[in-house]
DNA sequence: CTTTTCAGGTCAATGGCGTTGTCATAAGGT
DNA sequence: ACCTTATGACAACGCCATTGACCTGAAAAG
């Protein structure tokens, strides 16, 4: 592990690079976003970041010990603006809705980035704000403990598994990204009734259907099935 | 694109490597997943894979365009180890449960390969046929057509999203992937209850449960929502 | 206001990677 | 037995992340 790094908050001594720029892990972060977004998830490199920054690559390891932690702090700071802003409403099932639908949201606005981080703990303060924050919406509810977890472990992954997965297709190159789309008409439409029964059955909805994220549904289901095991909880006596 | 590549069924010339190899598409495949089994994702670079063929790295290039090209060739044979020999209870929600864990498994089993195939639609045999399949274990079970497309939908982006997280798990460089894992342990079972009450009062769940895949749960929750879903359709008058 | 110090930017080098242009040679059709 | 050419080998290119040594100017100390 590299000990260049001096925390942010400590930081007394801001110098100019050659080209001029001062810098500091907030610029270096939303440089990056910028990069992701405009050129794609290869450019994100030491070499290019440093480039777009006016600054030599080197100097990136002053501020993080390595691409990984450059990561991280991308991805945490995915999390802060998911959650900028929210605030419970006392429905708890309306509550992880709408926490749901910001995480994807959140991730899909910046769909390279969200593709490298949405598969990672970070550990940090935008993270464990809402691990606390989504625990105590079930808690609240009046879920026990251990079932409370396991269904913030199912909710959260969830989230953050569409949220990849939706953005990876927007983050696919184009050619490949239009060729994935195409295959629901050009290929499943016109599959024959005789080998394909079900898909030629249902060939025009699944056209329309595939061409949106699955997410809203799935999440929904998830709701409703939380729903449903807290009201048995609740009726404890065992029904016939 | 390089065009050195011969298809596989119209080669003639096989020649040994000065080791003593006798290459083939076939054989580099098996030999990349000994390796990504072996020694893990970072293990599967070309030179790498060269050198426990015993060739050349570039004699790959004479098999595959690019490595992609090769990780897409595995890629294939997943699916069609995911269907391999599977078949109907004709209880449709067992069926389900099977076919999304079996998926999970497959793509688990390589999770390299699974990172780059989850996010495609590839129309080819093998997918067509899955889809095929859970189509009809969902009309056959009575959902109308609408009903029964979108569920799919939800299912199928459910299971691969959730294959490709944990994929994305294990595909981590040795690392990262200790560190996150580390990061429950290290950091969220230390927080202090004054900030973090929920976080501290489920802490030692959170380890445990953390470990293990949110999918199993998440599926059981889908499948129970469509169920009570199905349940509600033939019951039609509605109730007090 | 001067002196000291050391954070932080720069430079150069290391060892890895995928990929390709070229060459040499042996396999296989004739 | 002869040719053709597929296929393996070699060497080189331009990327990549990372690091150790250095230099310099901003801030702290007096």
Redo the contacts with the bound molecule.
């Keep these: 592990?590299?000990e260049?790094v001096?925390p942010e908050p400590e930081?007394?001594?801001?110098?100019?690079?050659?080209?001029g720029t001062?810098?500091s892990a907030e610029v270096i972060i939303s440089t990056a976003l910028r990069l992701l977004a405009q050129h794609g998830a290869e450019a994100?490199?030491?070499?290019?970041l440093g480039a777009a920054l006016g600054?030599?690559?080197?100097?990136i390891?002053?501020?993080f010990h390595?691409?990984?932690d450059l990561l991280l702090a991308i991805a945490d700071e995915l999390i802060a603006r998911a959650q900028h802003d929210w605030r419970s409403t006392g429905d708890w099932v309306a509550d992880l809705r709408t926490i749901g639908l910001r995480i994807h949201a959140a991730y899909q606005a910046h769909p390279q980035a969200a593709l490298l981080a949405a598969y990672r703990t970070t550990g940090r303060q935008n993270e464990a704000r809402a691990v606390e924050t989504i625990l105590g919406v079930l808690r609240g509810a009046g879920f026990p403990d251990p079932e409370a977890v396991a269904i913030y472990h199912a909710f959260v992954d969830q989230g953050l598994a569409f949220a990849a997965l939706d953005a990876a297709a927007d983050a696919l190159p184009a050619p490949a990204r239009a060729a994935d789309l195409a295959v629901w008409q050009r290929h499943y439409a016109r599959l024959p009734a005789e080998t394909h029964p079900n898909i030629a059955a249902t060939a025009r909805l699944l056209v329309t259907d595939m061409r949106r994220s699955g997410y809203p549904l799935a999440l929904e289901l998830l709701l409703s099935a939380a729903s449903a095991r807290l009201a048995a909880l609740k009726a404890p006596p065992g029904p016939a």
Excluded at 11 to 19: E, M, S, V
Excluded at 44 to 48: C, Y
């Design positions: 592990m590299n260049r001096v930081r007394r001594r801001r110098r100019p690079t050659k080209q001062v810098l994100l490199t030491v070499r290019r600054a030599d690559p080197s100097a390891y002053r501020y390595n691409t990984d």
